[in-house]
T-cell receptor, first 111, second 114 residues
């Protein structure tokens, strides 16, 4: 699985967009980019995933660069409840198997 | 549709006892994964199972740990002769059969070894 690099921590004002970057320069062609978050030691929560195209769901948007070496998770209107550790993971889809979690980005949403 | 269920949510054991952690996957899911999160550390993969089969146990400690996912009933992670270093949060995830393999996590079991 490709290694990902994320900033250790970020702050965001409540109501503003939170943009969380992730570098995955060694990602291979069959690896998807997954985002999960973990709120205060709860179970990790799936957010979104994508391969090449940008993706959007009810929680977030995922922007993947054309060369696929980096991506950005966007929470359009961050709330205090979005305070969590966010994990970016590159993993092959359709093959099952383990997710390799790094240290993630600790996002603090402030009033 | 109920999510992944784990029980117990909290488990206290004395050194040398056995711990049994249970995981019921989401309805329709036949793939189960176990992860461990030691205090102040990240999540680490332990084992991946399908019904009645262990697919990948590369993250399982060589001794005292075992996992099963029987044809009927929940998946069980069993830790024999627990030691203080086993104190951690244990998370189970499940994914549906077929092409989509997104894993959905349960709330975890917090194991404390005294």
């Amino acid at each position: 699985d490709a290694k990902t690099t994320q900033p250790t921590s970020m702050d965001c004002a409540e109501g503003r967009a939170a943009n969380l970057p992730c570098n995955h320069s060694t990602i291979s062609g069959n690896e998807y980019v997954y985002w999960y978050r973990q709120i205060h030691s709860q179970g990790p929560q799936y957010i979104i995933h994508g391969l090449k195209n940008n993706e959007t769901n009810e929680m977030a948007s995922l922007i993947i660069t054309e060369d696929r070496k980096s991506s950005t998770l966007i929470l359009p209107h961050a709330t205090l409840r979005d305070t969590a550790v966010y994990y970016c993971i590159a993993s092959p889809l359709g093959q099952g198997g383990k997710l390799i979690f790094g240290q993630g980005t600790e996002l603090s949403v402030k009033p | 549709n109920a999510g992944v269920m784990q029980n117990p949510r909290h488990l206290v054991r004395r050194r040398g006892q056995e711990a049994r952690l249970r995981c019921s996957p989401m309805k329709g899911h036949s793939h189960v994964y176990w992860y461990r999160q030691l205090p102040e550390e990240g999540l680490k993969f332990m084992v991946y199972l399908q019904k009645e089969n262990i697919i990948d146990e590369s993250g399982m400690p060589k001794e005292r740990f075992s996992a099963e996912f029987p044809k009927e009933g929940p998946s069980i992670l069993r830790i024999q002769q627990v030691v203080r270093g086993d104190s951690a949060a244990y998370f189970c995830a499940s994914s549906p059969q077929g092409w989509t393999e997104t894993q959905y996590f349960g709330p975890g079991t917090r194991l404390l070894v005294l």
